[in-house]
């Protein structure tokens, strides 16, 4: 099932397209919208939100249309934006609350699910601090809590690990993965960051200058035509190779003393002749897997295609 749907959807400032015609499809679950700085991400997110009214084209958010239904959308979907959104001399329960009546709820309940979200986010000990004197990391993490706190349908992350150190950034996306595959809600993880998107999500929408370059399941992506295998052996093996060329495999140069090799079949057909000929060879075979690339090459490959 479809959580947002976009179809041939432009929008301009002035003479510049921000989005230039963009189709994709974002599943339920947990999908990054990948694309280098200034690729349309923000602008993407703000417009399936209704804070940017498209030039042309048409979306729906959990079935509603952006247009017409955008009051509806956002009383469904938590936002986390990039940029602080924090208001000074608050604090982080009086935000989320407030954060959560915006969305709808009473104050009884906002007070209440505020604690909790809070406590989830790992702010319950600073919950009475004013958020202006919280650090980048905690910061974060009241965004986070803030777009929790109304019980959304549809999480939206923009750049979730911006400004961290590795130890805040680790946390984050412990956070992040709970959220979208602990809780059951859907999230879209917009970002530049590769590790990030492959290290919590299933799915990707790669997306540059405005259009659509790739989407798909991050393990797809990852394929290489052909479906090689990678064999790891004990020892570098001459014998080895001549004898897997002669039953017509194409042997890639080693790395180490790993083999990527070629050969029609399914993999698990490469992999029993590999192992006989390693056998008759006199090789040890210490590992096999069916070789993939990485996701910053499929990335790079699909912002480079015209």
Same mark, same amino acid.
């Given at each position: 099932?479809?959580?947002?749907?976009?179809?041939?959807?432009?929008?301009?400032?002035?003479?510049?397209?921000?989005?230039?015609?963009?189709?994709?499809?974002?599943?339920? %679950?947990?999908?990054?919208?990948?694309?280098?700085? %200034?690729?349309?991400?923000?602008?993407?997110?703000?417009?399936?939100?209704?804070?940017?009214?498209?030039?042309?084209?048409?979306?729906?958010?959990?079935?509603?249309?952006?247009?017409?239904?955008?009051?509806?959308?956002?009383?469904?979907?938590?936002?986390?934006?990039?940029?602080?959104c924090h208001i000074p001399g608050t604090t982080a329960v009086q935000f989320v609350a407030y954060a959560g009546e915006l969305a709808g709820m009473p104050?009884?309940?906002?007070?209440?699910?505020?604690?909790?979200?809070?406590?989830?986010?790992?702010?319950?000990?600073?919950?009475?601090?004013?958020?202006?004197?919280?650090?980048?990391?905690?910061?974060?993490?009241?965004?986070?809590?803030?777009?929790?706190?109304?019980?959304?349908?549809?999480?939206?992350?923009?750049?979730?690990?911006?400004?961290?150190?590795?130890?805040?950034?680790?946390?984050?996306?412990?956070?992040?993965?709970?959220?979208?595959?602990?809780?059951?809600?859907?999230?879209?993880?917009?970002?530049?960051?590769?590790?990030?998107?492959?290290?919590?999500?299933?799915?990707?929408?790669?997306?540059?200058?405005?259009?659509?370059?790739?989407?798909?399941?991050?393990?797809?992506?990852?394929?290489?035509?052909?479906?090689?295998?990678?064999?790891?052996?004990?020892?570098?093996?001459?014998?080895?190779?001549?004898?897997?060329?002669?039953?017509?495999?194409?042997?890639?140069?080693?790395?180490?003393?790993?083999?990527?090799?070629?050969?029609?079949?399914?993999?698990?057909?490469?992999?029993?002749?590999?192992?006989?000929?390693?056998?008759?060879?006199?090789?040890?075979?210490?590992?096999?897997?069916?070789?993939?690339?990485?996701?910053?090459?499929?990335?790079?490959?699909?912002?480079?295609?015209?």
């Open positions: 099932m479809s959580v947002a749907t976009i179809q041939n959807l432009v929008v301009r400032y002035g003479n510049f397209t921000a989005l230039n015609g963009l189709s994709c499809e974002i599943s339920e %679950g947990c999908t990054g919208l990948l694309g280098p700085n %200034g690729a349309g991400k923000t602008t993407l997110i703000k417009t399936i939100l209704g804070f940017i009214k498209p030039t042309s084209g048409t979306a729906t958010v959990l079935g509603y249309d952006i247009e017409a239904a955008g009051t509806a959308i956002r009383q469904k979907v938590g936002l986390m934006p990039e940029q602080d104050g009884d309940q906002a007070i209440r699910r505020a604690h909790e979200v809070l406590d989830y986010c790992g702010l319950g000990e600073a919950r009475y601090r004013n958020v202006e004197t919280y650090s980048t990391g905690m910061k974060q993490r009241i965004k986070l809590a803030q777009a929790l706190v109304h019980g959304p349908k549809l999480l939206l992350l923009d750049e979730p690990t911006n400004g961290l150190d590795p130890a805040g950034r680790e946390e984050m996306l412990e956070l992040v993965r709970s959220v979208s595959h602990g809780k059951g809600l859907s999230v879209i993880v917009s970002s530049h960051l590769l590790p990030d998107i492959e290290r919590v999500c299933d799915r990707v929408v790669v997306v540059m200058q405005g259009q659509l370059r790739a989407q798909g399941t991050i393990k797809d992506l990852k394929k290489i035509e052909g479906r090689p295998v990678d064999i790891e052996l004990r020892d570098p093996s001459p014998a080895f190779v001549t004898a897997m060329q002669a039953q017509g495999a194409v042997v890639m140069p080693p790395k180490r003393t790993t083999y990527r090799i070629q050969l029609p079949g399914l993999p698990e057909e490469v992999a029993k002749i590999a192992m006989q000929v390693a056998r008759d060879s006199g090789a040890q075979v210490r590992g096999f897997v069916i070789a993939e690339r990485s996701l910053e090459d499929a990335f790079l490959e699909a912002i480079s295609a015209k």
